[in-house]
């Protein structure tokens, strides 16, 4: 396939990712060389607008309407949309500037099988090594503090075997705490009864001082009223 054909697809395939498929389509001929999948297609008519010809030539061609166009104001067209996309999108703008590292990802593979680290270029290894350098640099910090316990014998290993038999000890402990733990729960909701009852006790009393209050009021007015009534009455008799 020849370079233009190549970077044509390409240009397309970003076109039409961006812009969406187009309602119309230039009027292209492709002259395929031979192939297992398609030699046994026979050249055919000359074909009709958006229609793909395919013949038995050795060579692949292209031709394009005088009105369709060109090539660079196609890609500079791209470039403008690319710019303003990625200044708004910032998944899209990471890979705008990154384009050159993720290139070897992008590319479709080729028939060669290799290892990941054989396919990537060795600028993209030393960024993505610059990228995990503080993880890097965490797991060398574990490793030396790993390296220094062990130098001091304090790993663990050997301070397992002397816990061993402290393992009853250790079970009778939890037990007792844990029968304590239940005394304590019990002692603390009769705290809570009892202080629950002194409160019901001492609204009750309030509101039984309050309602006495309030009777006591009640007869200091009737008797003052009385004794005013019996006043007048003594004065109007004299």
Partial sequence: MSPDLALEIR??????I???VPSHSST????IDSDPGISHLSPIEPH???EIRFTGESKYTRQTEKSSISLTRRIKDVMDVLERTGGQDDGIKRL????????????????????DSESLPDHTKLIMVLEASEDIKQAERGLR???LLISKGVDGSGELEKMLPLK????NAQKSSISRMEELRKVREEVNNLLRRYSTYTNTVSEMFIELHNRTQTLEDAVTRLERKKKEELESRY
């Fill in 11 to 16: 240009l397309r395939t970003i076109e039409a």
């Fill in 18 to 20: 961006i812009y969406g």
């Fill in 28 to 31: 292209s001929t492709f002259n």
């Fill in 48 to 50: 009709k607008e958006g």
């Fill in 96 to 115: 705008l500037d990154g384009y050159d590292q993720y290139l070897p990802l992008l590319q479709p593979g080729s028939e060669t099988i290799n290892s």
């Fill in 145 to 147: 503090e790993i390296d």
């Fill in 168 to 171: 009853p000890e250790i079970v």
